[in-house]
């Protein structure tokens, strides 16, 4: 019995004692501590410095102390898909635990529907109004405090759903917003920098670009660096272009978008056109860009489900370039630096195809904090917070560990004064984006079926269309193989607008069809194309 005891004591000292003889750590709070939960898809380096930084600046405003709690499901589609989950559990709660009301599919598909608008008066609300009001009077929350990181188009979604409130940042600060000289435009370059009612404020300045390995390039045997997006389908870069899934990362669908736009304004530009023209022209450059779009997928070495990856893998050498969001190719060209100042990754914006997009901030509709979510905003848009995105580490006002290397949107910090302290000291996203006008009528009601679109074209029939576009490289591109691989017709821009959109608004059931429909499609013509470019055989 004795020898039983002590191998048991024995055994609770290996299973208790490194609990119990942990050091202690300043991110290890205690529980009259405060808490402030945050999802976003910012990478570490980002996390690190804005958590840090509120929680020292909480502290000597306050005198105490706060966590930040961060949640990282993925990218902006899993945070989307995430917080959907969550409102539709906690309102269906709410609505028949509290309202005592039953539930039904017309309640589940209504409560968060931005097409469905409460009538004047409640007691003509059909069953759909009578949800949607309940949602948008509520305080049914998803756990959440802020949403934080993202693209726009993002912000809007959520909005639109009644998940984000007016943070009452905007309504208290009128003197940052507006059209007067170092003020926060409204629009710029055509991107929304703010939400008008207040529900997002965008935070930081985004581009997209093109990152690449100088070596992998120059052992492709590519003469000249990529600058276009249209360098990226040459077909030297077969096998050579690192790519992200877009239906799993809003960014890189951004990048997509933005390559269309490029080549819609370059069918307009210098034409003019009569207004009347103007859609023909829209809807040529939306085809020439689905062909760039195929192309560059041809080329891809793979489809990753994060865009971060893509800048890692380049400077790794795994992949010659890639299409990536500003900041990832900026980190990562600073984090592999030589001493003699040169890189194994370098970075460029896209020439003359991007515009200059914001990723914002956002409280969540019954946010369990949002007293201490409103002052971490507060801090974010304070001069403090903003220098944390530029700044270099050690400089006034720095970062303590990590060049972030991203853009802040105070207009007042791209000042000569502070020209000496960012790390992009000749970037000023604020004269750049004149060379680039962002038109949100042509692409952003779209934006889901750009991602869907290059799913069935490019991977859902990745092996069809390699080996077809080996098969034309092979044969030196002949005229009549190459018609068949370019046929865009089944996603051009009028299925695009009209029963690819439809299908997306509809039943899970139906995308599933037109996705089925649509990778058989473009796998048949993969396979006549290289049918074709391979006659002998």
């Given amino acids: 019995m004795t020898r039983q005891l002590a191998l048991l004591l024995a055994l609770l000292c290996v299973l208790v004692g490194p609990i119990l003889l942990r050091p202690k750590q300043a991110g290890l709070f205690g529980p009259s501590e405060r808490s402030l939960v945050i999802i976003t898809p910012h990478n570490d380096s980002i996390r690190s410095e804005f958590g840090h930084g509120f929680e020292d600046w909480y502290f000597a405003k306050t005198g105490q102390r706060v966590h930040v709690d961060w949640r990282i499901p993925g990218g902006t589609s899993e945070i989307g898909r995430y917080v959907d989950s969550e409102y539709l559990a906690a309102f269906q709660y709410y609505w028949t635990g509290t309202l005592h009301r039953p539930w039904s599919k017309v309640v589940e598909a209504s409560f968060a529907n931005r097409r469905v608008a409460p009538g004047p008066d409640p007691a003509r609300d059909t069953a759909e109004q009578t949800a949607r009001r309940a949602f948008l009077a509520s305080q049914v929350g998803c756990k959440l405090d802020l949403f934080f990181g993202g693209g726009a188009y993002d912000f809007q979604q959520a909005a ?29 370059s055509g991107e929304p920098y703010w939400d008008p009612q207040g529900r997002w404020i965008g935070t930081v300045i985004s581009s997209f670009g093109i990152c690449y390995n100088p070596d992998a390039v120059r052992r492709l045997g590519v003469k000249e660096s990529p600058r276009r997006w249209a360098d990226l389908a040459a077909p030297a870069y077969f096998h050579g272009i690192a790519l992200a899934n877009p239906t799993q990362s809003s960014s890189v669908t951004r990048a997509f978008e933005m390559l269309i736009q490029q080549q819609m304004q370059e069918r307009i530009a210098g034409r003019q056109l009569h207004p009347a023209e103007e859609p023909e022209a829209v809807r040529e450059g939306w085809a020439e860009a689905m062909r760039l779009l195929m192309k560059i997928g041809a080329n891809a070495r793979y489809f990753t489900d994060s865009s971060a990856k893509i800048a890692l893998d380049v400077q790794a050498g795994e992949a010659a370039a890639g299409m990536t969001i500003d900041f990832y190719g900026r980190y990562e060209s600073e984090a592999v630096r030589r001493p003699d100042g040169s890189s194994r990754l370098e970075y460029v914006n896209a020439e003359g195809g991007t515009s200059f997009s914001v990723d914002p901030i956002g409280l969540y509709r ?18 403090e917070g903003q ?11 720095g ?4 060049a972030l290397r991203r853009l802040p949107i105070l207009p007042a910090l791209y000042a000569p004064e502070f020209q000496a302290f960012r790390t992009d000291p000749a970037v000023n996203p604020y004269e750049l984006a004149r060379t680039f006008i962002y038109h949100e009528p042509w692409t952003s009601p779209l934006f889901r079926q750009i991602a869907f679109i290059f799913r069935v074209m490019c991977i859902d029939t990745q092996d069809e269309l390699d080996d077809a576009w080996g098969a034309l ?49 473009f796998r048949a013509q993969y396979r006549r194309a290289a049918a074709a470019a391979r006659p002998g055989k």
């Fill in 387 to 397: 220098k944390l995105w530029n700044w270099k580490v050690g400089a006034p006002g």
């Fill in 473 to 521: 490289q092979a044969a030196q591109f002949p005229d009549g193989s190459m018609k068949t691989f370019e046929d865009v017709s089944a996603v051009d821009y009028a299925a695009a607008n009209g029963r690819i959109r439809d299908a997306l608004t509809g039943d899970k059931i139906r995308e599933v069809q037109l996705a089925k429909e649509l990778s058989d499609h």
């Fill in 160 to 188: 639109a759903k009644g998940q984000l409130v007016d943070c009452g940042y905007v309504q208290s600060h009128p003197e940052l917003f507006g059209d007067q000289p170092g003020q926060i435009p409204r629009v710029v």
């Fill in 366 to 383: 019954g946010a369990p904090h949002p007293d201490l979510a409103r002052q971490f905003i507060d801090f974010v848009m304070s001069p």
């Fill in 399 to 402: 970062p303590e560990r990590h």
